[in-house]
């Protein structure tokens, strides 16, 4: 498929325990960005880049989150010590260029239960 | 940065009537608004956007305004059907930063057929 893709869907983790989300973004696209999505509330802004830099990371709530896209293409969201708080679905899209005014492609996302 | 407020927040309509949902945004620099359909446990995805240059714009059943002067836009759905049950977000981006686009807390629409 040529969507935006993330692992695993599905991720129970102790409280403590870090763990890494995958984001394929569509093949070309320059812009990437992480949203985290509480239950039942819109998108919250996490992280942006454009290539491999990461031009705006003010939305991440904590130094426990920590974002990198390397190559430029597939991204890797980690969550160190994991908390009861960071439940929640991790949402990334990806986007043809570096405006504003054209349409992000949203993954499945990631839902992130912290038992 | 940019606040959107989003109203109502969930939305009960019979088959076959409209439904209305409102955002407001505070940035005046704000140029694009997209609108997002979210069916339970899927993606987000876009349904239709508007520039700022536009009034109105309209794709079928579905219509976005948008007012500058008072900082709203609203999505417009006619003849709803069953499969219009959905989360709608509408956004608008931040000009202040990069590429950071705000959503609206979200309106849960329920077509009652």
């Known amino acids: 498929g040529a969507g935006v893709s993330q692992s695993p869907r599905y991720k129970v983790a102790k409280r403590g325990q870090d763990v890494a989300l995958r984001c394929d973004p569509i093949s070309g696209h320059v812009s990437l960005f992480w949203y985290q999505q509480a239950l039942g509330q819109g998108p919250e802004f996490l992280t942006y880049f454009q290539n491999e830099a990461q031009l705006d990371k003010s939305g991440l709530p904590s130094d426990r989150f920590f974002a990198e896209r390397p190559e430029g293409s597939v991204s890797t969201l980690k969550i160190q010590r994991t908390q009861q708080e960071d439940s929640a679905v991790y949402l990334c899209?990806?986007?043809?260029?570096?405006?504003?005014?054209?349409?992000?492609?949203f993954g499945q996302g990631t839902r992130l239960t912290v038992v | 940065g940019e606040n959107v407020e989003q109203h109502p927040s969930t939305l009960s309509v019979q088959e076959g009537d409209s439904a209305v949902i409102k955002c407001t945004y505070s940035?005046?620099?704000?140029?694009?608004f997209p609108w997002y359909k979210q069916e339970l446990g899927k993606r987000p995805q876009l349904i239709i956007d508007i520039r700022s240059n536009v009034g109105e714009k309209k794709d079928q059943r579905i219509a976005v305004t948008l007012n500058k002067t008072a900082k709203h836009f609203s999505l417009h759905i006619t003849e709803t059907q069953p499969e219009d049950s959905a989360v709608y977000f509408c956004?608008?981006?931040?000009?202040?930063?990069?590429?950071?686009?705000?959503f609206g807390i979200g309106t849960k629409l329920q077509v009652i057929p």
């Open positions: 899209a990806s986007r043809t260029g570096s405006s504003l005014n054209t349409e992000a492609f």
């Open positions: 956004a608008a981006p931040y000009s202040g930063g990069y590429q950071k686009v705000t």
């Open positions: 940035d005046s620099a704000s140029n694009y």
